[in-house]
């Protein structure tokens, strides 16, 4: 019975699926650091309130933090569409050397990932 995808089809799949996504983390990582470059909130401001309407055994484990915030949110919103992009570009990319792929499995592949 003859499989839909060939061996080297699976092997470019999983090779564009590693490189999108070490891509897109990469590209994260580059971006929390632009991001926690250039944002610098002061939050002296809202530590003084809180200082006003809690009690002040509480205001020692009321810190806030919008830096880490602001690069969780944008992670939410920018990994998914730094994933597709980057698995588009690949998959327009495809690698068309066969004998390099015959010498990978695929096993091989998913152990570089981890």
Do not use: Q
């Not at 055994?57 to 690069?71: A, D, Q, R, V, W």
């Amino acid at each position: 019975m003859e499989n839909k995808l060939s061996n080297v089809e699976i092997k470019r799949d999983c090779i564009n699926l590693v490189l999108s996504t070490s891509f897109a983390i990469i590209s994260y990582i580059f971006l929390a650091k632009i991001i926690s470059s250039f944002y610098k909130p002061n939050i002296s401001l809202i530590l003084e309130r809180a200082g006003t309407l809690l009690i002040p055994g509480i205001i020692n484990y009321c810190k806030p933090e919008p830096l880490e915030k602001t690069i969780f949110i944008a992670g939410i919103f920018l990994i998914p569409v730094l994933l597709f992009a980057y698995y588009l570009t690949f998959k327009r990319l495809r690698i068309e050397c066969h004998d390099l792929l015959a010498h990978f499995s695929v096993y091989d592949v998913v152990a570089l990932n981890t």
